[in-house]
Nanobody, 117 residues
Framework: QVQLVESGGDLVQAGGSLTLSCLVG????????WAWYRQAPGQDRLLVAG???????SYADFVKGRATISRDTAEHTVILRIDNLEPEDTGVYYC???????????WGRGTQVTVSS
């Protein structure tokens, strides 16, 4: 069974940066495509960025050019850095498998990102 633990969320001013980390517990990591998602209040959970099992990243248009996703197989972590944060980036950020290619695991608790203007 996979456990997902997100961390790194914070209250930041617009224009700032954050690095989010997701620790993936359990034996499954290496051959899985992973992703970060964002859920703003009252909105659906959106895919922000994905990284496939070979390390190829992909980004939603709303973060393209501002986000970098990476993975550390040895540490079983998935990292998301977002620069030049905007108030619209506010939400709870979750990691999970990339739903475009994999079945989703049980969601973790997420990590709150709040961007003030």
């Amino acid at each position: 069974q996979v456990q997902l633990v997100e961390s790194g969320g914070d209250l930041v001013q617009a224009g700032g940066s954050l690095t989010l980390s997701c620790l993936v517990g359990g034996s499954t990591f290496k051959n899985v495509d992973w992703a970060w998602y964002r859920q703003a209040p009252g909105q659906d959970r959106l895919l922000v960025a994905g990284i496939n099992q070979w390390g190829r990243p992909s980004y939603a248009d709303f973060v393209k050019g501002r986000a970098t996703i990476s993975r550390d197989t040895a540490e079983h972590t998935v990292i998301l850095r977002i620069d030049n944060l905007e108030p619209e980036d506010t939400g709870v950020y979750y990691c999970n498998t990339d739903k475009r290619w994999n079945a989703l695991e049980a969601w973790g608790r997420g990590t709150q990102v709040t961007v003030s203007s």
